[in-house]
C-alpha cells in the first residue's frame, strides 16, 4: 500500500519538479544578457583573476622593498617537485638570512604548499596567468629583491 | 504510390521527350535530391542551433569566433570531419563496422521521404505511413547494436546492449501513442491526420480532445526523446561513463554519419509531432478574419518548418535541462509509467471519439 502512494506521489511530484528546472533554463535562455563565462582576449584590459586564483608563487614585499622570510626553508621541504631552493646566508651580525630565493616557474604545478606552510606568511599566488615564454631562462626567478636582508 | 512533387522537370519530359519513361527516373532522382536536402541542409543549421541553446542556457555565448556569431563554425566542423581519415581500430569486424553508419541513415531518411512538409511537398504519399514509421524506427536500433557489437570495445558493447534494451521497451509506447493518433484521426497517412486538422488553432488535435490531446502531445513528446536517444534518454551515449557509447570507435565520415543521423531523426520525430498535434503544414490560424488573412499569405513550408523547429527546439530545452537517469529508472519509467498511461490513453481515445466528445 505505501508503494502505491509513493508511485502516485512521485506521479504528482516529478512533473512540478521538471517543470521547476524549466523555469530556470528557460529564464536564462530568454535572458542572454546575463553571461558568465569571461570572454578572454577581447576582455583583456579589464580581465581580473578571482582572490584565489593560483598564479606563480611571489614573495611579498612592503614599499621599503622588505620581506619577512627568514629563509627557515620549510617552503623548499614541502615543495613536491623541488621548484624551489631557498639560499640562506649571514648578514654581518652573523644572523642567518636569507640569501637568494630561487624559484622555477616550469616545474611548479601551483598547488600553493609553499603558501600554506610558510609560518611567517610571506609567500602569496600572484594573479598573472599570461606566463608562457619560448625562452627557458625565462621561468628561473629570484624571488626576492635585495640580497641578504631580514 | 505516387510521387507528390509536382516537378515541371519530369510534366516536360514524359510530354515533349521522345523518351516518356524517362520521368520516371527523374522524378526519383529529384526526391532523392529533396530527401537529402532537407536531411543534410539541416543538420548544420541544427547543430549551430544546439550550441547556442545550449551555450544561453548555461549563461555562455557561445560559438563568437568564425563569422557573425560564429555561423561559419559548424561549416568548418563539418569540413574538419569529412577530411580526417577513416580508421578502424585492431580487431573490428570491418565489413559490420562500416554497415552500421550505413544502416543508421537509411531509416531518418525513408522517414523524410513519408513527411509532408507543405500541400505539395511530400515526396511519397503512403496510406500506411504510420505502421511504415513504426517498422523503419527498428532500423536505428539495429544500427546501434551493430556499430557496438562490432566496434571491439566493451563500452560500445554496453552501450548498445543498454541502447537496445530502451529502444525496445520505448518503441512499444511509441506505437501506442502513434496508433492513437491514428485512431482519434481515423486515417494512417498523414496527409489525412494534416486534414482532419483542417481549421482554426482549435483544430488542431492537441486542443481540439480536450485534455487527452494535451496529455498525449506531452507523452509523445517524453517518449520520442527517449526514441532519438537524447538527454534525459542518452543511455546509449552516456558520455560520462561509457566516453561516447557506440560510436567511440568510429572517426571521419563514419562518425559524421552516426552524428547526421541523430539530427535527421530530430527532424523526422519533430515533425511527426507537429503532424500528429500541431496541424502540419497548416497555418495557425485564430478565428479572426482580420489577422488569419495574413497568416495565411506565409508559405504551408515556412509554417511546417516553423513547428518543427519550435519542437527541436524544445527537445533541446530538455536536453540542456534533465539530468540522466539510471538504466533501471529509465525502464521503469517506462513499464510502469508511460505504457499503462499511454494504454489509458488509448482506451479513453476510443471513448472520446465514440461518445464525440471532440471540440
Redesign the interface.
Known amino acids: 500500500m505505501m508503494t502505491v502512494s509513493k ?1 502516485f506521489h512521485a ?1 504528482v511530484t516529478g512533473p512540478i519538479s ?1 517543470l521547476k ?2 523555469s ?3 529564464k ?2 530568454f535572458n ?1 544578457k ?4 569571461e ?1 578572454y582576449p577581447e576582455n583583456r584590459a579589464t580581465l581580473k583573476m578571482h582572490e584565489r586564483f593560483r598564479g606563480r608563487v611571489e614573495l611579498i614585499h612592503n614599499e621599503q622593498n622588505m620581506h619577512t622570510c627568514t629563509a627557515c626553508g620549510i617552503c623548499e621541504k614541502n615543495c613536491p617537485n623541488n621548484s624551489i631552493n631557498v639560499l640562506s646566508t649571514k648578514n654581518i651580525a652573523g644572523k642567518k638570512v636569507l640569501g637568494k630565493y630561487l624559484y622555477r616557474m616550469d616545474t611548479c604545478t601551483q598547488c600553493g604548499f609553499c603558501v600554506e606552510s610558510c609560518p611567517f606568511g610571506c609567500l602569496k599566488m600572484a594573479h598573472d596567468f599570461e606566463m608562457s615564454s619560448a625562452d627557458k631562462q625565462v621561468f628561473n626567478m629570484t624571488l626576492n629583491k635585495t640580497e641578504g636582508q631580514g | 504510390m505516387t510521387f507528390g512533387i509536382p516537378n515541371f522537370i519530369g510534366e516536360i519530359v514524359r510530354d515533349y521527350s521522345p523518351w516518356p519513361e524517362l520521368a520516371l527516373g527523374i522524378n526519383v532522382i529529384l526526391a532523392v535530391c529533396a530527401v537529402l536536402a532537407v536531411g543534410i541542409g539541416s543538420a548544420p543549421i541544427l547543430i549551430y542551433m544546439e550550441r547556442k ?1 545550449c551555450a ?6 557561445g560559438p ?1 569566433r568564425l563569422g557573425w556569431h560564429g555561423i561559419l563554425q559548424t561549416v568548418a566542423d563539418v569540413l574538419k570531419l569529412l577530411f580526417k581519415e577513416v580508421y578502424s581500430p585492431k580487431g573490428v569486424d570491418t565489413i559490420m563496422y562500416y554497415l552500421a553508419p550505413m544502416i543508421s541513415l537509411t531509416a531518418p531518411f525513408f522517414t523524410l521521404a513519408l513527411i509532408p512538409f507543405g500541400a505539395q511537398w511530400q515526396v511519397i504519399n503512403l496510406d500506411f505511413a504510420v505502421p511504415a514509421i513504426i517498422a523503419i524506427n527498428g532500423l536505428g536500433l539495429f544500427a546501434i547494436l551493430l556499430g557496438g557489437w562490432a566496434s571491439n570495445n566493451k563500452y560500445s558493447l554496453l552501450s548498445a546492449l543498454r541502447s537496445g534494451a530502451q529502444m525496445i521497451s520505448y518503441e512499444v509506447s511509441f506505437a501506442v501513442i502513434m496508433l492513437f493518433v491514428v485512431m482519434i484521426s481515423g486515417s494512417a497517412s498523414l496527409n489525412d491526420i494534416i486534414a482532419t486538422q483542417t481549421g482554426t488553432i482549435f483544430n488542431w488535435w492537441i486542443i481540439k480532445l480536450p485534455v487527452l490531446g494535451f496529455v498525449g502531445f506531452i507523452m509523445f513528446m517524453c517518449i520520442s526523446t527517449a526514441e532519438l536517444n537524447r538527454a534525459p534518454f542518452d543511455i546509449a551515449e552516456a558520455e560520462q561513463e561509457l566516453t561516447a557509447g557506440f560510436h567511440t570507435e568510429y572517426t571521419g565520415t563514419a562518425f559524421a554519419m552516426f552524428y547526421l543521423t541523430e539530427y535527421i531523426n530530430m527532424i523526422g520525430a519533430a515533425a511527426l509531432g507537429s503532424i500528429f498535434f500541431l496541424g502540419g503544414w497548416q497555418a495557425p490560424l485564430i478565428g479572426v478574419a482580420a489577422v488569419d488573412q495574413y497568416l495565411l499569405m506565409v508559405p504551408d513550408l515556412v509554417w511546417m518548418f516553423a513547428k518543427i523547429y519550435f519542437l527541436i527546439w524544445l527537445y533541446m ?1 530538455f536536453r ?3 539530468l540522466r537517469p539510471r538504466i533501471d529508472q529509465l525502464m521503469s519509467f517506462e513499464w ?2 508511460l505504457l499503462p498511461l499511454s494504454l489509458i490513453l488509448l482506451a479513453m481515445g476510443a471513448v472520446f471519439t465514440a461518445m464525440g466528445w471532440v471540440l
Do not use: A, E, N, S
Open positions: 508511485y506521479v521538471l528546472g524549466m530556470v533554463t528557460l536564462y535562455f542572454p546575463k553571461i558568465v563565462t570572454q | 541553446v544561453h542556457v548555461q549563461c555562455r555565448l563568437m530545452m540542456w535541462t534533465w510502469k509509467f
